[in-house]
């Protein structure tokens, strides 16, 4: 059966990037965030949910959701986010276990799918990933890398990141920790030698 791994980091840590590296050594990634996104249009599964939850004010002219707003409601109001979570986040589980099951399923024996979510360990996932893969970054780079990618002020990506787990508490449950506060090149030789690993693991996992 093919390996899963949820990669799983912060906010602006570059669970991204990380992805696109492990595509390039054959891996299937399956974005969370991208999924979500199309649940989130307009008459979608969570649209409803998150309107049953907020109302009408969260929707744009065009009856999308204006996630700009939702974020700026929920990451001040810890008990709005724990609204918004109750309204998506079973659906979201539920989606990432049958499209981990259909991938892994296709892929066969030596395939490896990539769960790319931020939510890995807030949700506990770790009974449909095999492995977890944490990718963490300073706090004051992560700042500066939403600042400059969302046009967020200072003080609007302090508060995005501290409505988050932190670095530490997803480390814990790691089995690989990447480090992406420099440049690519670094983070490529980290996600190579985890990778290997990776392999080296499951032949003996097998020979065993």
């Known amino acids: 059966m093919a390996i899963s791994i949820g990669l799983t980091g912060g906010i602006a840590t570059g ?22 996104h ?17 109302g009408k004010e969260v929707l744009l002219p065009d009856e999308n959701i204006d996630r700009r707003r939702l974020g700026e409601i929920v990451f001040k109001d810890p008990q709005a986010l724990k609204r918004l979570n109750a309204a998506t986040h079973p659906q979201i589980i539920q989606w990432a ?19 790319e ?9 770790f009974d449909i990933v095999d492995h977890v893969w944490v990718v963490i970054a300073d706090k004051e780079i992560a700042v500066q ?10 003080q609007q990506a302090e508060d995005r990141i501290s409505s988050q787990l932190s ?21 490529e030789d980290q996600v190579a030698k985890a990778w290997q690993r990776l392999w080296d693991g499951a032949q003996t ?4």
């Open 167 to 187: 670095n530490e508490a997803r480390v814990r449950h790691a089995h690989e920790v990447i480090l992406n506060n420099d440049g690519v090149e670094k983070v």
């Open 97 to 115: 276990k049958e499209e981990i099951g259909r991938q892994k399923k296709r892929m066969g024996e030596k395939g490896v799918v990539v769960l």
């Open 205 to 208: 996992a097998h020979s065993s």
């Open 15 to 36: 669970k991204s990037l990380i992805s696109q590296i492990l595509a390039q050594f054959g891996a299937y990634i399956i974005d969370s965030d991208k999924a979500a």
């Open 117 to 125: 979510s931020a939510l890995i360990v807030d949700l506990k996932l």
């Open 145 to 154: 890398r939403l600042c400059q990618s969302r046009g967020l002020s200072p």
């Open 38 to 54: 199309e649940m989130y249009l307009p008459q979608g599964r969570l649209w409803r949910n998150v309107v049953e939850a907020f």
